[in-house]
């Protein structure tokens, strides 16, 4: 009788792919981040973007075109994956009928599935999208400018460190001409409008956390993922806070004690990012 194939586990397949990353960022001093990306993963088919775990997990790639599409999707568009290419697990939810044991009343799950995609560059027969998003164009600048005025949420620019004080409401954050170019401005700047969108008036998160604590770590976690996230929504490319080394081990503790630590984060920071994109104006008319 032919033995049962093993059950894959696709949380700790991608934990443990994660905390690789994490790791061999610490061994090379935090010299390159372990996540930064310069636009949203997308479906190369259906055009519609990945969203929360999937953008996270498939931003640490390292493709420099993130169009991804699964073997029958490239098919039908006359692509051909290449012999010998490795895909990438994607995850989506089915909703699922279950049973209360207790009351018999029958309720819906998300049930966790998974499915495989490859990169444009994994296939023949297809032309990637041609991006530009040169930080250096005006225009670019000018978009972010109109997007953080369109998020309503306070900046002072009056003191020498980035932070959100929730006491009063408010993102403090060094001027624009004290950082090395925009781009690492605007990084800062949203992961601290990320640490905002947890207020009890927007989002309430638990912003309770102490420094070294896990709740503290976690909420970190999900600002520097929702930093990413809404600077690719701009085009921009993210770069995390060297200060976040120190967070990594934590983040790795975690990740080895939970592997659902980084898909709620990476859920909570997409609910945070869709937030101040849906504060602007252009966008809602």
Known sequence: MAKK???????????????EQMQACIASDYK?????????PINAVTKKTYRGMNTFWLGLTGYSVLEFASYKQWESI????????????????????????????????????????????????????????????????????????????????????????????RVHIPKLDQF?????????????????????????RNLSGKYGDETYAFEELIAELGSAFTMAHLGLESEPREDHAKYLKNW???????????????AKAQLASDWLIEQQKEEKA
Request: net charge neutral; with cysteine.
């Open 32 to 40: 390159k981040p372990w996540f930064s990306i310069d636009m949203m």
């Open 78 to 169: 006359g692509a051909q994956v290449r012999k010998g290419e490795k895909g990438h697990l994607v995850i989506y939810y089915m909703p699922f009928e279950i049973e209360d044991k207790d009351t018999g009343e029958k309720k819906t799950i998300p049930l966790l599935k998974h499915s495989t995609v490859f990169n444009c560059s994994q296939v023949d027969g297809y032309e990637p999208i041609v991006f530009d998003n040169t930080l250096n164009d005006n225009k670019a600048v000018k978009h972010a400018e109109e997007f953080v005025k369109n998020c309503g949420i306070e900046v002072r620019n009056d003191i020498g460190q980035a932070f959100y004080m929730p006491s009063t409401d």
């Open 180 to 204: 090395k170019d925009a781009e690492s401005y605007y990084s800062v700047l949203f992961h601290e409008f990320t640490h905002a969108t947890g207020a009890k008036t927007r989002l309430d």
């Open 252 to 266: 790795i503790a975690a990740l080895k004690n939970d592997t659902s630590f980084i898909f709620q984060a990476s």
């Open 5 to 19: 194939k093993a059950k894959k586990d696709v949380r700790k397949i991608i934990t443990d792919k994660i905390i």
